[in-house]
């Protein structure tokens, strides 16, 4: 398996004492020894006296609580950074506003070649509509400028920008003067990251790996592909992982495969699968995501780009050759259509091949009883993003909007995933929501719709060791003796053991259970704060002034 670490370094043996560890190996434990790089041990207090003769350094945790770091399962990290140090259209309520925004973007950057923008969402806007054409020319001063919906399933741009692709008004999901989406989307996406530096793209990368360093983020699994990024992006960023500390980063490619060939060019990619943004469908805010019946809003199904065969053959081939396979896919016909494929490419070659591979499905929305069940079955990985549930679920929220209540409610069901044993593993999909592990822990704890809901717990381990389990890693992503010593530091107020409902077995949440607590994520209550994140033993992030 190819993983991309910082440059090794000589590794100071350090006993970090006096606060929380959270660790299996032991409920209490208040101490922690990491030497080469890994755990050695945890445990009491009393017992760290015994330690302290023979360490390098003794980190006094003033009551502070050290957990794994996180990970992060499905992340842009150029497009995250070029959000971080662009133009963030996410707080804009009117297409007036987003405008406005983009002339004071265009008269700060001057010399920049291409303006690029993100997050923009008008199902909150009063009239639901995205700015013209016309008005983004005029906000744009002419330059070519991109603007991905929040989604990023679309996109709208200036008339500068399209010309710079001749051809793409004969391209599927280009509309005159509306968002572009499907291979129009893809074209001018490429147009406009071509028009990136590559100093730019560095600056960006660097500065998402340093905002996941800062919140308790270990390790970030990058989901790049041919209509998402491009090669050198996908390149580049793996090289700059293994050269520079900060969080690991682990690579999929969302390239179909059909042989060994194709598997050998993934690796040399530097992949460690064909998986990540490998469209069955689009979105659901974009009315692509595809559909049994159609949206509410709008009289179609949405678009499906992979069919059940060419799932299979994916999978089949993926399988065969050793390699983890994948696909992005929301709406319920393209979760069938996954299904049904994982299915077939299990019958040509045994259900315990399948499984042993661990194939991964991102985002997983639409999920019916019967689709929840075969992913158990098939052994497939639920990659998913509880901040869609906390941004556009609810009842008044957008998955309502185009679904209507009934179809929404059944969405991001991760009780049910947990009661048939499919693994979760946690994502932002950054940019499409902010980097934010508590807040995503804290979002699937307190889901909008309430017989969805999981236990923190349970939360915070598919945030952590269930992003590892998902690339086959069993051993990390928990802080016990042997274990790479990735975790985090926090300051945060008590512990306590939260269960979703009362349902629950209330001997789970009583301290003699030995059930180690957790920060109350409570909706109101304060997240954690980072204060230092550690990846294989290296300190990758310090806030200021601790």
Known sequence: ???????????????????????????????????????????????????????????????????????????????????????????????QEALRLVRDHAADRPGDRVLLGHGWDPSGWPDGRPPTRAALDEAAGGRPLYLPRVDVHSAVVSTALLDLVPQVTSLPGYRPDAPLTGAAHHAVRAAAHALITPQQRTAAQRAARERAASLGIGALHECGGPDISDEDDFTGLLALAAQENGPRVFGYWAERVAGAKDAQRIRELGAIGAAGDLFVDGSLGSHTACLHEPYADEAHTGTAHLDRADIAAHVAACTEAGLQAGFHAIGDAALTAVADGVRDAAEKLGLARVRAARHRVEHAEMLSPETVAAFAELGLTASVQPAFDAAWGGGEGMYAQRLG?????????????????VPLAFGSDSPVTPLDPWGNVRAAAFHRTPEHRISVRAAFTAHTRGGWRSIGRDDTGVLVPGAPADYAVWRTADLVVQAPDDRVARWSTDPRSGTPGLPDLSPGAELPVCVRTVVFGQTVFVRPNE
């Open 405 to 421: 209540a009934e179809r929404a409610r059944t969405l991001n069901p991760y009780a049910a995933l947990l009661r048939a044993g």
């Open 1 to 95: 398996m190819t993983e991309s670490t910082a440059p090794q370094a000589d590794h100071r043996t350090v006993l970090l004492r006096g606060g929380d560890i959270h660790s299996p190996a032991d409920p209490f434990a208040t101490a922690m020894v990491v030497e080469r790089g890994h755990v050695a041990w945890v445990g009491s207090e009393g017992a760290a006296d015994a330690f302290a003769e023979g360490v390098d350094e003794t980190f006094d945790l003033e009551g502070a609580l050290v957990t794994p770091a996180f990970t992060d399962a499905h992340v842009h990290t150029t497009s995250t950074g070029l959000a971080l140090t662009g133009l963030d259209l996410s707080a804009a309520r009117t297409a």
